[in-house]
Protein backbone atom coordinates (compact mmCIF):
# COMPACT_ATOMS: atom_id res chain seq x y z
CA UNK A 1 0.00 0.00 0.00
CA UNK A 2 1.63 3.14 -1.12
CA UNK A 3 1.74 5.48 2.03
CA UNK A 4 3.40 8.90 2.96
CA UNK A 5 3.80 9.34 7.05
CA UNK A 6 3.79 13.14 7.92
CA UNK A 7 5.37 14.69 10.89
CA UNK A 8 4.93 16.32 13.48
CA UNK A 9 0.93 16.24 13.85
CA UNK A 10 1.09 20.14 15.14
CA UNK A 11 3.95 22.87 15.31
CA UNK A 12 4.01 25.64 17.21
CA UNK A 13 6.74 28.47 16.02
CA UNK A 14 7.24 32.11 17.05
CA UNK A 15 7.25 35.00 14.45
CA UNK A 16 10.52 34.52 12.36
CA UNK A 17 11.43 30.85 13.61
CA UNK A 18 11.87 28.55 10.80
CA UNK A 19 9.05 25.58 11.10
CA UNK A 20 10.20 22.05 10.21
CA UNK A 21 7.76 19.37 8.77
CA UNK A 22 8.97 15.92 7.49
CA UNK A 23 7.65 13.16 5.03
CA UNK A 24 9.08 9.77 5.04
CA UNK A 25 7.48 7.56 1.88
CA UNK A 26 7.81 4.02 1.09
CA UNK A 27 7.12 3.51 -2.90
CA UNK A 28 10.43 4.35 -4.63
CA UNK A 29 8.52 4.72 -7.93
CA UNK A 30 7.28 8.14 -6.39
CA UNK A 31 8.67 10.91 -8.65
CA UNK A 32 6.43 14.11 -7.57
CA UNK A 33 6.13 15.22 -3.93
CA UNK A 34 4.29 18.81 -3.86
CA UNK A 35 3.06 20.31 -0.76
CA UNK A 36 0.00 21.65 -0.04
CA UNK A 37 -1.32 24.45 2.44
CA UNK A 38 -5.08 24.52 3.85
CA UNK A 39 -6.41 27.40 5.21
CA UNK A 40 -9.70 27.07 7.47
CA UNK A 41 -12.84 26.57 5.30
CA UNK A 42 -10.69 26.06 2.25
CA UNK A 43 -9.57 23.88 0.12
CA UNK A 44 -5.71 22.82 -0.11
CA UNK A 45 -3.70 25.20 -2.75
CA UNK A 46 -0.98 23.49 -3.89
CA UNK A 47 2.37 25.42 -2.44
CA UNK A 48 5.76 23.96 -3.49
CA UNK A 49 6.85 21.10 -5.58
CA UNK A 50 9.53 19.04 -6.38
CA UNK A 51 11.35 15.81 -8.71
CA UNK A 52 13.58 13.77 -7.40
CA UNK A 53 16.27 15.02 -9.44
CA UNK A 54 17.39 17.54 -7.25
CA UNK A 55 18.17 17.96 -3.50
CA UNK A 56 16.18 21.46 -2.85
CA UNK A 57 13.98 23.95 -4.37
CA UNK A 58 12.99 27.29 -2.90
CA UNK A 59 10.29 29.83 -3.76
CA UNK A 60 10.17 32.54 -1.76
CA UNK A 61 10.21 31.81 1.88
CA UNK A 62 9.28 28.09 1.16
CA UNK A 63 11.96 25.03 0.97
CA UNK A 64 11.67 21.72 -0.01
CA UNK A 65 14.86 19.39 0.98
CA UNK A 66 14.66 15.85 -1.01
CA UNK A 67 17.07 12.77 0.31
CA UNK A 68 16.35 10.51 -2.31
CA UNK A 69 18.36 7.55 -0.42
CA UNK A 70 16.55 8.12 2.49
CA UNK A 71 13.50 8.65 1.02
CA UNK A 72 12.17 11.89 2.84
CA UNK A 73 11.61 15.14 2.03
CA UNK A 74 10.75 18.24 4.16
CA UNK A 75 9.49 21.47 3.98
CA UNK A 76 11.27 24.34 5.54
CA UNK A 77 9.47 27.93 6.06
CA UNK A 78 12.30 30.80 6.49
CA UNK A 79 11.01 33.71 8.68
CA UNK A 80 7.65 32.09 9.36
CA UNK A 81 4.89 34.69 10.35
CA UNK A 82 1.74 34.73 11.38
CA UNK A 83 0.16 34.63 8.01
CA UNK A 84 1.75 31.45 7.79
CA UNK A 85 -0.39 29.91 9.91
CA UNK A 86 -2.27 26.80 8.35
CA UNK A 87 -2.51 23.01 7.94
CA UNK A 88 0.44 21.47 5.49
CA UNK A 89 0.40 18.39 3.64
CA UNK A 90 2.71 16.20 1.98
CA UNK A 91 2.02 14.20 -0.83
CA UNK A 92 3.64 11.94 -3.40
CA UNK A 93 2.87 10.47 -6.70
CA UNK A 94 4.64 8.42 -9.69
CA UNK A 95 4.27 9.03 -13.30
CA UNK A 96 3.08 5.50 -13.99
CA UNK A 97 -0.52 6.11 -11.91
CA UNK A 98 -2.80 9.09 -11.73
CA UNK A 99 -3.39 9.61 -8.26
CA UNK A 100 -1.90 11.77 -5.14
CA UNK A 101 -1.08 10.04 -1.75
CA UNK A 102 -1.33 12.75 1.26
CA UNK A 103 0.06 12.77 4.65
CA UNK A 104 -1.97 13.40 7.49
CA UNK A 105 -0.97 16.94 7.45
CA UNK A 106 0.31 19.33 10.32
CA UNK A 107 -1.02 21.92 11.58
CA UNK A 108 1.56 25.02 11.93
CA UNK A 109 0.72 27.98 14.37
CA UNK A 110 2.92 30.78 14.00
CA UNK A 111 2.44 33.34 17.29
CA UNK A 112 3.23 36.95 16.63
CA UNK B 1 -10.33 28.03 -7.31
CA UNK B 2 -8.76 26.91 -10.86
CA UNK B 3 -12.56 27.00 -12.35
CA UNK B 4 -13.90 23.67 -9.87
CA UNK B 5 -17.45 24.45 -8.66
CA UNK B 6 -18.33 21.68 -5.79
CA UNK B 7 -22.27 21.61 -5.31
CA UNK B 8 -23.74 22.07 -2.72
CA UNK B 9 -21.37 23.96 -0.14
CA UNK B 10 -23.35 22.16 3.39
CA UNK B 11 -25.56 19.36 3.23
CA UNK B 12 -27.04 18.06 6.22
CA UNK B 13 -28.98 14.27 5.82
CA UNK B 14 -30.44 11.50 7.43
CA UNK B 15 -29.04 8.45 7.90
CA UNK B 16 -29.87 5.81 5.00
CA UNK B 17 -31.04 8.42 2.75
CA UNK B 18 -29.26 9.39 -0.73
CA UNK B 19 -26.77 12.12 -1.46
CA UNK B 20 -25.31 13.21 -4.08
CA UNK B 21 -22.36 15.75 -4.54
CA UNK B 22 -21.13 17.42 -7.91
CA UNK B 23 -17.91 18.46 -9.08
CA UNK B 24 -17.57 20.78 -11.65
CA UNK B 25 -14.71 22.13 -13.73
CA UNK B 26 -14.50 24.56 -16.81
CA UNK B 27 -10.66 23.55 -17.39
CA UNK B 28 -11.33 20.61 -19.42
CA UNK B 29 -8.93 18.38 -17.24
CA UNK B 30 -8.49 14.48 -17.72
CA UNK B 31 -8.47 13.80 -14.26
CA UNK B 32 -10.80 14.59 -11.57
CA UNK B 33 -10.82 12.98 -7.82
CA UNK B 34 -13.54 12.85 -4.88
CA UNK B 35 -11.44 13.08 -1.45
CA UNK B 36 -12.88 13.17 2.15
CA UNK B 37 -11.12 15.01 4.78
CA UNK B 38 -11.26 13.86 8.35
CA UNK B 39 -9.54 14.51 11.62
CA UNK B 40 -6.33 12.70 12.22
CA UNK B 41 -6.74 11.26 8.39
CA UNK B 42 -5.93 14.22 6.42
CA UNK B 43 -7.59 13.46 2.80
CA UNK B 44 -8.14 9.70 1.46
CA UNK B 45 -9.10 9.40 -2.04
CA UNK B 46 -12.55 7.91 -2.56
CA UNK B 47 -12.42 7.77 -6.24
CA UNK B 48 -11.12 9.31 -9.44
CA UNK B 49 -11.59 9.84 -13.27
CA UNK B 50 -9.43 9.72 -15.86
CA UNK B 51 -11.52 10.18 -18.45
CA UNK B 52 -15.22 10.00 -19.10
CA UNK B 53 -16.95 6.73 -18.24
CA UNK B 54 -13.34 5.78 -16.92
CA UNK B 55 -12.96 5.56 -13.29
CA UNK B 56 -11.57 3.52 -10.42
CA UNK B 57 -11.52 2.93 -6.83
CA UNK B 58 -9.39 5.07 -3.87
CA UNK B 59 -8.83 3.19 -0.70
CA UNK B 60 -12.12 4.51 1.03
CA UNK B 61 -14.33 3.76 -1.88
CA UNK B 62 -16.79 1.61 0.07
CA UNK B 63 -20.34 3.13 0.26
CA UNK B 64 -19.52 5.52 -2.62
CA UNK B 65 -20.36 5.53 -6.11
CA UNK B 66 -19.33 7.95 -8.73
CA UNK B 67 -20.37 8.74 -12.27
CA UNK B 68 -18.98 11.07 -15.07
CA UNK B 69 -20.68 11.22 -18.17
CA UNK B 70 -19.34 14.10 -19.29
CA UNK B 71 -15.86 15.62 -19.43
CA UNK B 72 -16.81 18.64 -16.84
CA UNK B 73 -19.01 16.83 -14.48
CA UNK B 74 -17.89 13.94 -11.52
CA UNK B 75 -20.89 13.46 -9.25
CA UNK B 76 -20.19 11.45 -5.98
CA UNK B 77 -22.91 9.17 -4.47
CA UNK B 78 -23.76 7.82 -1.19
CA UNK B 79 -26.16 5.42 -1.98
CA UNK B 80 -27.39 5.34 1.75
CA UNK B 81 -26.01 7.78 3.62
CA UNK B 82 -24.17 6.56 7.42
CA UNK B 83 -22.92 8.69 10.30
CA UNK B 84 -19.41 7.77 9.53
CA UNK B 85 -20.09 9.31 5.92
CA UNK B 86 -19.87 12.88 7.85
CA UNK B 87 -16.92 14.63 6.51
CA UNK B 88 -15.84 17.26 4.79
CA UNK B 89 -15.63 16.23 0.91
CA UNK B 90 -13.05 17.40 -1.66
CA UNK B 91 -13.25 17.12 -5.50
CA UNK B 92 -9.93 17.90 -7.15
CA UNK B 93 -8.68 18.04 -11.11
CA UNK B 94 -5.33 17.55 -12.69
CA UNK B 95 -4.46 18.30 -15.72
CA UNK B 96 -1.33 15.83 -16.15
CA UNK B 97 0.72 14.17 -13.57
CA UNK B 98 1.69 17.10 -11.99
CA UNK B 99 -0.32 19.71 -10.26
CA UNK B 100 -3.70 19.28 -9.11
CA UNK B 101 -6.41 21.84 -8.28
CA UNK B 102 -9.05 21.60 -5.36
CA UNK B 103 -12.28 22.77 -5.25
CA UNK B 104 -13.93 24.50 -1.83
CA UNK B 105 -15.21 21.54 -0.43
CA UNK B 106 -18.31 20.13 0.58
CA UNK B 107 -19.06 19.57 4.44
CA UNK B 108 -21.88 16.91 4.47
CA UNK B 109 -23.45 16.26 7.90
CA UNK B 110 -25.42 12.61 8.43
CA UNK B 111 -27.69 12.77 11.14
Known sequence: QQQVKQSPQSLIVQKGGIPIINCAYENTAFDYFPWYQQFPGKGPALLIAIRPDVSEKKEGRFTISFNKSAKQFSLHIMDSQPGDSATYFCAASNSGYSTLTFGKGTMLLVSP | ?111
Not at chain 2, 83 to 110: H, M, N, P
Open chain 2, 1 to 111: DAGITQSPRHKVTETGTPVTLRCHQTENHRYMYWYRQDPGHGLRLIHYSYGVKDTDKGEVSDGYSVSRSKTEDFLLTLESATSSQTSVYFCAIRKDRAEAFFGQGTRLTVV
